[in-house]
T-cell receptor, first 111, second 118 residues
């Protein structure tokens, strides 16, 4: 059974810092990995999707990497802003198209 | 981008009543929809997979007779929580995959429905 773990569970940083969120998964036979953002009491916003054959994806200040063989992914956020404060969720698709989610990293960026 | 809506966004009901939640893909046809549940401070857990015109596939531990799913068209799936109890209080989120977006594997999530059972 696929399990997804995210570290740290919570993170507080001052505005402007670069930061890294970590995600690990137990079964490397994944189809793709996605990073989402969830604001309190709201749904999910897709940030980046990395196919199993890819190593990384970039969108603006966000960069996500994938090392499938070691079961790890990182989300790098450059020059963090208070508006980046949210919970970031990592999820893997093992080919069923349904996603297995990690428990998330709650990020607080202090102005 | 592709948009998925959910209705209602929030519902409070008495124990023993049934509640229906709708999930709609507004500008694309959703061949598959998923229903997830999220308890406070926990992550999303898949409840069931719904394909248009066929019976939903439920995850282990999810009672199919309690959580009725109907995917009657390519733009609408409904989740009915029958005889709801306080332990069913949760945040229910649907997602859809279909002929939309930049990537066929992208899941588009609805805004969620907060269910509170008194």
């Amino acid at each position: 059974k696929q399990e997804v773990t995210q570290i740290p569970a919570a993170l507080s940083v001052p505005e402007g810092e670069n930061l890294v969120l970590n995600c690990s998964f137990t079964d490397s036979a994944i189809y793709n990995l996605q990073w989402f953002r969830q604001d309190p009491g709201k749904g999910l916003t897709s940030l980046l999707l990395i196919q199993s054959s890819q190593r990384e994806q970039t969108s603006g200040r966000l960069n996500a990497s994938l090392d499938k063989s070691s079961g790890r992914s990182t989300l790098y956020i450059a020059a963090s802003q208070p508006g980046d404060s949210a919970t970031y969720l990592c999820a893997v698709d093992t080919g069923r198209r349904a996603l297995t989610f990690g428990s998330g990293t709650r990020l607080q960026v202090q102005p | 981008g592709a948009v998925v809506s959910q209705h209602p966004s929030r519902v409070i009901c008495k124990s023993g009543t049934s509640v229906k939640i709708e999930c709609r893909s507004l500008d694309f046809q959703a061949t598959t929809m998923f229903w997830y549940r999220q308890f406070p401070k926990q992550s999303l857990m898949l409840m069931a997979t719904s394909n248009e015109g066929s019976k939903a596939t439920y995850e282990q531990g999810v009672e199919k007779d309690k959580f009725l799913i109907n995917h009657a068209s390519l733009t609408l799936s409904t989740l009915t929580v029958t005889s709801a109890h306080p332990e069913d209080s949760s945040f229910y989120i649907c997602s859809a995959i279909g002929l939309a977006g930049d990537h066929p594997d992208t899941q588009y999530f609805g805004p969620g429905t907060r269910l509170t059972v008194l």
